[in-house]
């Protein structure tokens, strides 16, 4: 009912402000990533990722998306995330892929194309490099 889901919200929140005061711990209380997310520059890249990873995004178009030439874009964005935008756009496919071999039944060809990627041998050789396993190994682990 809605009791519950007004518990589930604040216990939710309760989670997150822990996660994100250890994390803040470990890295000596430096979140440049939370703080990359107020440059509504980045922040409109971050949103055009996670809306749309199976994109073929480049460079060329998410330092345009951000306004910023392609060098600045490259530097800020590694200042702010510690990583390549193009390693990013890799690690939310990557995810979105293994999200999907959980719930979905649908064909490795097929995921690896709904993610981003050009072949099913390329994703499943990132997926292994990432996960320790291939996605069809992933998937039955899951299930």
Known sequence: GAASAAMMTALMNQCLIEVLRRVSEE???????????????????????LEHPEQPHT??????????????????????FGRTPMDYLRDVRLRR??????????????????VGFASRSHFSHVFQEQYGCSPMEFRRQQH
């Open 27 to 49: 890295n000596e209380g430096v979140l440049p990533w939370l703080s990359a997310l107020d440059d509504k520059r980045l922040a409109q890249v971050i949103e055009t990722i």
């Open 59 to 80: 460079l060329e178009m998410l330092s345009e998306t951000a306004h910023m030439s392609r060098s600045t874009f490259i530097r800020h964005f590694e200042r702010c």
């Open 97 to 114: 892929g293994a999200q999907m071999l959980q719930v979905s039944d649908q064909s490795v060809d097929n995921i690896a194309g709904k």
